[in-house]
Nanobody, 124 residues
């Protein structure tokens, strides 16, 4: 299993950025891919997750209405579109997969595999 994030960078507050997670090496019928972030000196925070198949999603309250997660099954890539970014969104963003999960009422607390992360910096 491999997950590779890309697309991080520096953006001004109010701007937009899209990060990508290319995944491979697994083909279960049900899985959930999620995005987490961790800022320096802060605990890891779940941002969003998406379920395979029907594409149901879940978002943290801190990003609801600003971030959108999608899954391009043909490209085996999950995207996180981040709009109206705020300085407090600055963090390393990681994607991860929970294999064989179907519950999307909440994002998983633990995942089976993680990517290496991509840095997002929002300047004020």
């Amino acid at each position: 299993v491999e997950l590779v994030e890309s697309g991080g960078g520096l953006v001004q507050a109010g701007g937009s950025l899209r990060v990508s997670c290319a995944y491979s090496g697994f083909t279960p019928d049900n899985y959930v891919i999620g995005w987490y972030r961790q800022a320096p000196g802060k605990e890891r925070e779940g941002v969003s997750c998406i379920r395979s198949g029907d594409g149901s999603t879940n978002y943290a309250d801190s990003v609801k209405g600003r971030f959108t997660i999608t899954n391009d099954n043909a490209k085996n890539t999950v995207f996180l579109q981040m709009d109206n970014l705020k300085p407090e969104d600055t963090a390393d963003y990681y994607c991860a997969v929970d294999l064989y999960r179907s519950d999307i009422d909440s994002c998983p607390d633990e995942y089976d595999y993680w990517g290496q992360g991509t840095q997002v910096t929002v300047s004020s």
